[in-house]
C-alpha cells in the first residue's frame, strides 16, 4: 500500500468510526427515560387509516396530551401492503393513499414523531409482510419515510434466535442512520431483558393485555392480561430497567372499558414501574376523566424521572401492597394498592419502618430520616413524623411523593 492510499483508507476509517459513533449516540438519547405515545392496535385492531392517524395526532395535541409529554403516534399492525419486484415494501394504498411519507410530514408538522409496526418473520401477526430477509431494504424504506420509531414483532418466528433476529433489525436501523427507537415485542418468551439491553429501547415483558382488572381473557392458542396479572409477571425484572432500556408493561387500555378508578390505577402502576406509557384508547372521544388521568403531570413525572429506577414492592400484605420508586434528589414515589373488590383502611407508622433498596442503594431509616408528603391524584399533604391513615377504594392505588424535610 502507497503512503497515499494508507491515508485514504484511514481516512475512511476515521469517517466510519465517527459515522458509527455519531449514529450509536443519536440512538443512545432516544429513550432515556420511558417513552410516551399512543398505538392504534388497542382500540383499532387492524381497521387503521391515514384520516383517523391524522385525527389521531390532532387529538394528541389539542387535548394537552402533547403538552403534557407524549410523543409518539404509533401505527400498529396493517398498514402493509405488498412488496414491490425488488423486494421493497409498500404501504397499503387503499388505506392510505397519501403513502407513509405524507402522514409522517403530517405527524412531524404537528411537533409530534411517528412509529411503524413489523414483525421478524415472514408474516405479521395478522399475517401482513413481515421483515424477514428484508430488514435493511424496511430500515432503509423507513428512513425515507421519516419514520422515528420500530415496534418489531415475533409472530411466524419458530426457527430464529431472538437476539440474532432482533439485533439484525438494529443493525439494519443504526445503518440507514435515521434515529429509530426500537421497541422489542416478543413478549418476554426469550427473557429479553438478559439480552436486550444494547439491541432495543424497551422490551414487552408479557404478551398482550386485556382491559380488566385481574382477568385472563382465552383467545384459544394464546391468552392476553389484565392489569393485576402484567403487574404480577414483573417479579424479578427491575433490575433490567434503566435508561434507554425499559420494562414494556404493553399499551394502555385507559379509557377502554375498566372503571375509572381502575383506569387511575393502571395508569398508576405503569407509571411508577417506569413502563412506555403508550396510550391505546381512542384520543377524539375520550371522556375528560380518561384525559385527566393520562395527562396527569404528576403522576408522569414520576414515570420520566431521569434516576431511571422502576418501583420496586415494599410491603407485600395480601390484597394490600406498596411499591416504592426513588426518585431524584431523594425524593420517592409511594404507591399503595388496593387490588380486592372492598375498600381498605390502611395505616402506616412511618418511623417503625426502614426500606433499602440494593439496585439504586438508597435506604431511608425513618425514623431518623423524615419527609413531606403529597397525594398526586388527591392533592392533600402531610408529614412522615405523622402516622399515615389511608382509605383505599376497591381496586385503587393512593400515590405520595415524598420530599425530604
Ligand atoms: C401482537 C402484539 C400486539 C399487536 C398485534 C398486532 O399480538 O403483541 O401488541 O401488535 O400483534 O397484530
Known amino acids: 500500500m502507497t503512503k497515499k492510499q494508507f491515508l485514504g483508507w484511514g481516512f475512511i476509517a476515521v469517517l466510519l468510526m465517527w459515522g458509527g459513533n455519531t449514529y450509536a449516540q443519536k440512538f443512545d438519547q432516544l429513550a432515556k427515560t420511558p417513552q410516551l405515545g399512543w398505538n ?74 411517528i412509529g411503524l409496526y413489523s414483525d421478524a418473520g415472514n408474516t405479521t401477526c395478522a399475517g401482513r ?36 433476529a432482533y439485533s439484525t433489525m438494529r443493525d439494519a436501523l443504526y445503518t440507514a442512520g435515521r434515529p429509530v427507537l426500537f421497541s422489542i415485542c416478543e413478549w418476554g418468551d426469550n427473557k429479553p431483558w438478559e439480552w436486550a439491553t444494547d439491541v432495543g429501547h424497551s422490551w414487552r415483558t408479557t404478551g398482550d393485555i386485556y382491559p380488566c382488572w385481574n382477568c385472563e381473557h382465552n383467545h384459544g392458542s394464546w391468552s392476553s392480561w389484565g392489569v393485576l396479572p402484567i403487574l404480577d409477571k414483573q417479579v424479578g425484572l427491575r433490575k433490567y430497567a434503566g435508561p434507554g432500556h425499559w420494562n414494556d408493561m404493553d399499551m394502555m387500555e385507559v379509557g377502554n372499558g375498566m372503571s375509572e378508578e381502575e383506569d387511575r390505577s393502571h395508569f ?13 384508547n381512542d384520543l377524539r372521544s375520550m371522556s375528560d376523566a380518561t384525559k385527566k388521568i393520562l395527562t396527569n403531570k404528576d403522576m ?44 381498605q383502611d390502611y395505616m402506616l407508622d412511618w418511623s417503625f419502618h426502614y426500606m433499602k433498596d440494593d439496585i439504586s442503594k438508597h435506604e431511608v431509616f425513618f425514623d431518623k430520616k423524615k419527609f413531606n408528603w403529597r397525594d398526586i391524584w388527591r392533592g392533600d399533604s402531610g408529614t412522615t413524623t405523622e402516622k399515615l391513615g389511608l382509605n383505599i377504594p376497591a381496586h385503587g392505588v393512593r400515590v405520595l411523593r415524598l420530599t425530604p424535610r
Not at 401505527?75 to 419486484?85: A, I, L, P
Not at 424521572?305 to 415494599?314: F, H
Request: proline share 2%; net charge negative.
Open 300 to 343: 408522569l413525572a414520576i414515570n420520566q424521572d431521569k434516576l431511571g429506577v422502576q418501583a420496586m414492592k415494599w410491603i407485600d400484605d395480601g390484597d394490600l401492597e406498596i411499591f416504592v420508586k426513588p426518585l431524584e434528589k431523594g425524593e420517592y414515589a409511594f404507591l399503595f394498592l388496593n387490588r380486592a373488590d372492598q375498600a
Open 129 to 164: 409482510r413481515g421483515s424477514r430477509g428484508h430488514e435493511y431494504q424496511d430500515a432503509v424504506t423507513y428512513a425515507s419515510w421519516g419514520i422515528d420509531y420500530l415496534k418489531y414483532d415475533w409472530c411466524d418466528t419458530q426457527d430464529i434466535n431472538p437476539k440474532a
Open 268 to 280: 398508576s402502576l405503569w407509571a411508577i414501574m417506569a413502563s412506555p406509557l403508550i396510550a391505546g
Open 40 to 113: 392504534s392496535w388497542n382500540t383499532f385492531g387492524c381497521d387503521v387509516n391515514e384520516k383517523m392517524i391524522r385525527e389521531m395526532a390532532d387529538a394528541m395535541v389539542s387535548s394537552g396530551m402533547k403538552d403534557a409529554g407524549y410523543e409518539y403516534i404509533n401505527v400498529d399492525d396493517c398498514w402493509h401492503g405488498e412488496r414491490d419486484k425488488q423486494g421493497f415494501i409498500q404501504v397499503d394504498k387503499k388505506h392510505f393513499p397519501s403513502g407513509m411519507k405524507a402522514l409522517a410530514d403530517y405527524v412531524h408538522s404537528k411537533g409530534l414523531k
